[in-house]
């Protein structure tokens, strides 16, 4: 049986890995630099910054059970902070935060040890052919064939590769809406004089801010605070320039500080699909149309925890048709 999987986010590994598991080999393609897609972080002159998500929250049992298993294997801590509202400074809600440690891109780089990942290489065409799945990257060389394939893009990215393939699953594609986010890490000359580590501002431009070294094994970096801007700004704005986008989100924290951040490096990095507004909450946890598959947080809530229960569940599924065929 040969399988491919799209996407070495937490939703492709998660399914490779429950493949794996079942001894049934997969290959992964991924069009970044590195496994983890939202939760990779960005490598700078001054270390990595963690520009995607910034933590994960584990909400149901099978979930929990894996973070165990992750804590277990020094792969993730807790970041025990308490987020404030902004400006008000009331605490925000009162729960678990979890991050990979000494960065997030360290989750998935543990969940693909072992599997057969192939970076930089985007899935441009997926055509269904007599024999099984024909995939082809950018560059229109075949990757092979196979006999299913799970997609794990991006509802957007997913639905351009299904349109012609399958134009119902895309169709059922489209209904996810997802949001951009422009992110901006700040390197500063020296600490603010602030008294909280992270925090939701509630109006203005920017929907979170959060000081790096406030996360574990973080505090010997330099002073770094992330910034992200609010779903409504980053879209009337993604096509701004990045270093229009750090200098707008620099003040706008700035005038939130009520102080002005001396900054020596500002970067900023847009993500085009970062959150999901209206996931599919899909019973399943994933979309199915014979062989192809499609999984990712935009199927089940939009989380962490979605993406990994929804290319488990996915995965799972495809076992099960496995077996019914022996
Ligand atoms: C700014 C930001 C803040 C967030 N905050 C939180 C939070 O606080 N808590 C939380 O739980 N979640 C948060 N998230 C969401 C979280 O990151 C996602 O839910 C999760 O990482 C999604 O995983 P995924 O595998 O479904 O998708 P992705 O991580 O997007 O993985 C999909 C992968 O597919 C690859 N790909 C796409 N198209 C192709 C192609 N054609 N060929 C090959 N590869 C392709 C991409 O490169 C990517 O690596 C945040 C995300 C962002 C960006």
Redesign the pocket.
Known sequence: MRIAI?????????AAQTLRSADVEVTV????RG??????SKRTDHGSID???????AREADFRDQVARWAHAGVIEPWSITPVVLPERQPARDQA?LVAVPRMSALAKHMADGLNVHVG????EINRELTGWVLR??HGETLGEFDAVLL???AP??QS?LAEPCPGLAAQVAQARMQP?W?VGLVLERPLNVDFAAGFPSRGPLS?VAHAGSRPQRAQWPDIWVL?ASAAWSEANIEWAADQVASELTEAFADLLRETPAVTQAIAHR?R????REPLAAPAGFLEHEDLYC?????TD???????Q??RAAAMRLLTRLDDSR
Do not use: M, N
């Not at 290489?121 to 441009?124: D, G, H, I, L």
């Not at 939009?302 to 990994?308: D, I, S, T």
């Open positions: 799209i996407g070495a986010g937490i939703a492709g590994l998660s393609y991924d069009k970044g496994p983890g897609g939202r939760t990779v520009l995607g998500a910034p933590y994960f929250t935060r290489v985007q899935v441009s990257e950018r794990t893009a991006p990215q997913a590769l986010c992110a979170w992200h993500w699909f970062a959150r999901t999984a990712g947080d935009w199927v939009g989380r962490v925890e979605g993406a990994w929804s290319g």
